[in-house]
C-alpha cells in the first residue's frame, strides 16, 4: 500500500485550510515523519493543513520543505528560514488548472494563482497527501482540484481525509521513525 511512497522523493502535501484540531495534528505528525525518513514535504503555505505538514518537517529540517507560493507575499510568516520558496508560476501550471476547473477563466486573477499553485505542487511531487474539506465544499475545494490533477497525472494519492487512510499512514509512518 505504500509502495509509491516509499520510493518517493517529494511528497505533496495539500489540505483544506479550515481543518479541526485532530486533523491539524494529524498534518504535523505527517509533516515531522516525513521529512524525518528523508522525504522532501510539498506544499502551498496556506493556513490550515499546508502550514501543519510544513511545521511538521521543519522541527526536523527545514532545508526539506519546499513551499509553492501564489505571489511572494503570500502568508509570509509561515515560512521558516531554510525553506525553499518558489514564487514564480509557470505556464504549464496555468494549463494544468484551467484544464481541470471547469470555471477557471471566470475567477479573479488571486484565485487562479491559488489554483495555478497547487497544479505546481502536485506536477513538483511523486504522489500526493491531500485532506480535502468535503463538509463545505461537495468537490473538495482547491484541494480536490490539486488531487484531480494528481490522478489525471497518474499519481497516487493518499486521501487522508477517510480516518482508515490516514491512522494507516500515521501507523506506517510511525513504523519507519522508530
Known amino acids: 500500500m505504500y509502495k509509491q511512497l516509499e520510493k518517493a522523493k517529494s511528497v505533496g502535501c495539500i489540505g483544506t485550510s479550515s481543518p479541526d484540531e485532530d486533523e491539524i495534528n494529524t498534518c504535523i505528525a505527517i509533516g515531522y515523519a516525513l521529512a524525518k525518513i528523508g522525504k522532501r514535504v510539498v506544499s502551498g503555505n496556506a493556513v490550515g493543513c499546508d502550514f501543519a505538514y510544513a ?3 521543519n522541527f526536523i529540517k527545514p532545508q526539506a520543505v519546499t513551499l509553492y507560493l501564489p505571489n511572494p ?3 509570509e510568516g509561515h515560512w ?3 525553506n525553499i520558496l518558489i514564487t514564480e508560476t509557470k505556464e504549464e501550471w496555468q494549463k494544468l488548472a484551467r484544464d481541470y476547473h471547469p470555471k477557471y477563466d471566470s475567477m479573479s486573477q488571486n484565485v487562479r494563482q491559488l489554483f495555478d499553485r497547487n497544479a505546481g505542487i502536485v506536477l513538483n511531487s511523486d504522489v ?3 485532506l480535502p474539506c468535503y463538509r463545505t465544499k461537495s ?3 482547491g484541494t480536490g482540484h ?3 490533477i494528481a490522478k489525471a497525472l497518474g499519481k497516487h ?4 481525509e477517510d480516518v482508515e487512510v490516514a491512522n494507516s499512514l500515521k501507523a506506517y ?3 519507519r521513525i522508530l
Do not use: P
Open 146 to 148: 490539486g488531487m484531480k
Open 139 to 141: 468537490w473538495g475545494g
Open 157 to 160: 494519492v493518499y486521501n487522508i
Open 128 to 130: 500526493i497527501i491531500a
Open 173 to 175: 509512518l510511525r513504523s
Open 80 to 82: 521558516v528560514f531554510g
Open 55 to 57: 511545521t511538521g518537517a
Open 73 to 75: 507575499s503570500h502568508n
